[in-house]
């Protein structure tokens, strides 16, 4: 820190004269300061300073100080030479800043910018500084001083506690050793027997000419006890090492001799449970021949009772469906003897087949008489000749029968899944009425279910559950439609309800508002508007809130009308009722189109149900299409026997027994033209009315021979 100069210090000492000196008179100040004038803060403050009470002269000073610079001044002055307040150099000079600002800067203080009270501030900081430095050096040395003392004393302590610590070490290890030396001579006087029982002569002379060594030494340093111990401690060792190698041996001998009686008792053991074994073995397998014998016997019951079930359920599927007619069965022998000559040329002679199929050309057309029957008749006896035609005929005949059954299955589906939808609809919406035949429905369709009579009661009662159904969901609709309905009249009416209310009080309010300006008249059209309104609210029959709201509706159009006509609203209601009666437009032509909406989707509806009861009766009328067609697909043959039942196609591959997956049909133009796509790629083009069907796979286009099956 560098030194004050002469200079600095002559200030300082003149500054500091000053300050002990006799409270100075206050600066001078141009103007007049209105000393005497009483209720003049900075007089006040004048008397209090001459009588010596500095404090209540600072404390009157400060609030007018905001705008007077003579108290600025003065405040200058009083924090300068620390009269009433404490000393303070740097308020002084923010003070003397402020009167400045002010325009006040005749102070004495104000020399050069306050040159004078800088240079003190400057003084004191220095002087602050430097003893601020003083002050750590010393207190540094100091801590110095007191921690070299400290750490010289820990040393001297640590020296004396080490000292200590080892003697007393000295001490308890020389004490230990004494009680180890003791301890081990009673464990080497113990093992004396032990030394005579187990015939240890060397270890007995080596224990008793250390008992004598011990009992003979006059020396107590440290070196020649712990060598005694050791000593004892081996010497104790070997003996317990003798005895338990002794012990050891024994117990081996022992084992052994154990190992040998159990090996004999165990060989005898092992025979016994050898012959136990193959005794159970014997037994085991009597006992799984029986159980097999008894497994045999119960799967050939079981595969006969599935076959008896099968065959039952078969023959109730069948008996559904209606005899064959003799055309009929006519019919599919001509399709059958056609289809196997197709692939069998020369199994019969040609000129006899060629007379028997223009004989019987009438019954393939549909017309039969006695005399085509009796030539079917002939023809019959005729083939049946060929063991191989009547095998394919049988064949023939059992497929017709698998898909009448898949006719069968397929509509006791489509009937129980009608079934389910029906037991699983909601009650909910429905009538009790409705809800009642609801359950007769379920209880007469499951006892049809149960127990068809024919393939007809099962297609009537298909087509009586979908009707049935469809009446239901269109109640539903109706029972929705007509309660949403009833919810939107309650919202409106209570909304032209509360437009009453709303009315009545508006009216009153305008009436009170214009007491003074309405003339009789008004106020007489006014009260019997009132009137009309309130007679109205009391005279509406909840019960019928359809025709509440057209009483509502007509008297608030009425008072919308009135107030209108006599310009009793304010703008607000008026564009209120504009705005109400834009909403009413657009929600009264909303409600035109959607009931033109609804008129052409009951129209549609209703013309669906017709394009429906049409296509049921065409269904209903349609007699299957049957035709097998035999396609040549490069090394591949396909016979596939096509079924179209007026909706729905199957295709039979006979030779492999299954039916093609179809995953897509598309109508064709013509009359039952479609394109058929399977799960293979394979495509179909199929025109069930000509007996036509092209192929098309991996191989391009194949034109089937087809042959119908009548």
């Given amino acids: ?66 705008n007077k610079g003579h108290a600025m001044n003065n405040l200058v002055h009083m924090y300068y030479y620390g009269l009433g307040v404490s000393q303070d150099y740097k ?21 050069n910018g306050g040159i004078k009270l800088k240079a003190l501030i400057k003084v004191i900081e220095v002087k602050k500084a430097e003893e601020d430095e003083r002050k750590a050096a010393e207190s540094k040395r100091k801590a110095a001083e007191y921690k070299r003392i400290a750490d010289a004393k820990k040393v001297e302590e640590k020296r004396i506690a080490d000292a200590k610590k080892s003697e007393e070490k000295r001490i308890a290890d020389i004490k230990k050793t004494k009680e180890t030396i003791d301890r081990e001579l009673k464990k080497l006087n113990a093992n004396s027997e032990k030394l005579q029982n187990l015939k240890l002569d060397k270890l007995a002379l080596k224990a008793n000419t250390l008992i004598s060594e011990i009992e003979n030494n006059t020396y107590s340093d440290l070196g020649t006890l712990q060598d005694f111990k050791q000593r004892l401690i081996k010497i104790n060792s070997d003996i317990d090492k003798e005895e338990k190698r002794i012990a050891d041996a024994k117990k081996a001998a022992e084992k052994k001799k154990a190992a040998e009686l159990k090996r004999i008792t165990d060989a005898k053991k092992a025979e016994i449970i050898a012959q136990e074994k193959l005794a159970e073995e014997k037994k085991a397998a009597e006992q799984r021949r029986i159980r097999e014998e008894k497994r045999i016997a119960e799967e050939e019951k079981r595969i006969t009772e599935e076959k008896r079930i099968a065959q039952e ?27 196997y000559l197709a692939s069998n040329k020369d199994e019969f002679d040609f000129f006899e087949i060629v007379k028997f199929t223009k004989n019987t050309k009438l019954i393939s057309e549909g017309i039969s008489d006695d005399e085509q029957l009796k030539n079917v008749e002939l023809f019959k006896a ?28 397929i509509l006791i589906d489509n009937v129980n899944s009608s079934f389910l939808k029906l037991k699983s609809f909601s009650k909910e919406n429905l009538s009790p009425t409705s809800a009642n035949l609801l359950d007769e429905k379920i209880k007469s369709s499951q006892l049809i279910i149960n127990n068809p009579k024919t393939f007809a009661e099962l297609e009537n009662t298909k087509e009586d559950l979908r009707l049935f159904l469809s009446d239901l969901r269109r109640e539903v609709e109706k029972t929705i439609s007509t309660r949403d309905e009833n919810k939107k009249i309650r919202k409106e009416f209570n909304a032209e309800l509360l437009k009453v209310d709303k009315n009545i009080s508006n009216l009153k309010t305008y009436y009170l508002e214009n007491t003074d300006s309405i003339s009789d008249d008004l106020t007489d059209l006014i009260l019997e ?20 709201l057209v009483e509502l509706l007509k008297v608030n159009e009425e008072t919308s009308s009135f107030k209108l006509d006599n310009n009793l609203l304010t703008s607000d209601e008026v564009a209120a009722i504009q705005k109400a009666e ?48 035999y396609y040549q697909q490069g090394p591949l043959e396909q016979d596939i026997r096509w079924t179209f039942d007026g909706k729905n196609h199957s295709g039979y591959w006979q030779s492999l027994s299954s039916y093609l997956e ?37 191989f391009g286009d194949v034109f089937g021979i087809c042959i119908p099956d009548f």
């Fill in 582 to 629: 834009e909403d009413k437009k657009k929600a009264d032509a909303k409600k035109i189109a959607d009931k033109k909406k609804e008129e052409e989707r009951k129209r549609k509806a209703d013309a669906k149900r017709k394009v429906d009861a049409k296509e049921r009766e065409r269904l209903k009328n349609f007699k299957p299409i049957i035709m097998t067609c």
């Fill in 91 to 111: 308020l002084a000079l923010k003070w003397l800043k402020r009167a400045k600002s002010k325009g006040y800067g005749s102070s004495e203080f104000d020399i």
């Fill in 529 to 548: 508007q009132l009137t009309l309104l309130q007679n109205v609210k009391e005279s509406i029959n909840l019960d019928n809130k359809k025709e509440g």
């Fill in 1 to 66: 820190m560098k030194k004050l100069t002469l200079t600095t210090l002559t200030i300082l000492f003149i500054l500091t004269s000053n300050a002990v000196a006799a409270a100075p008179n206050l600066p001078k100040m141009s103007g007049q300061v209105p000393f005497a004038q009483d209720g003049n803060c900075v007089g006040k403050g004048v008397r209090e300073y001459y009588k010596g009470e500095f404090s209540n002269a600072v404390r009157i000073w400060k609030p007018c100080a905001k």
């Fill in 662 to 698: 179809i995953t897509r049909d598309t109508k064709l133009s013509g009359k039952n033209k479609f394109n058929i796509m399977t799960n293979t790629g394979q495509s179909f083009e199929n025109d069930y009315n000509n007996y036509k069907s092209v192929s098309n796979g991996s």
């Fill in 382 to 409: 005729f083939v049946e000749s060929s063991t191989a035609f009547v095998e394919f005929q049988n064949n023939s005949q059992n497929k017709r029968i698998k898909s009448e059954i898949i006719r069968i299955d």
């Fill in 313 to 339: 359920i078969l023959d109730k599927k069948l008996a559904l469906l209606p005899p064959k007619t003799e055309l009929q069965e006519a019919q599919n022998f001509l399709s059958d003897i056609q289809t």
